[in-house]
């Protein structure tokens, strides 16, 4: 099993930042808390917080609303 490069769940964080860490994981065949681990040690905890809030925020509901 090949670890994650940074840039590469990076990009998976970037198509779609509301995926599980198990789902990531089943995609890349590793573990969740592998992927767990992976986030830390890359830093992108932070990263992938800041998408999902900004997906889940008040503006983002308004134009969910707006769209419906």
Known sequence: MQRLTKE?????????PLRS?????AMTG???GAIEKLLKT???EDY???????LRGPKARKRRDIQN
């Open 21 to 25: 860490l198990s789902s990531i994981g």
């Open 42 to 44: 890359y830093q992108l």
């Open 8 to 16: 590469a769940l990076q990009a998976l964080i970037d198509e779609q």
């Open 30 to 32: 590793q573990s969740r």
């Open 48 to 54: 992938r917080n800041r998408k999902i809030k900004r």
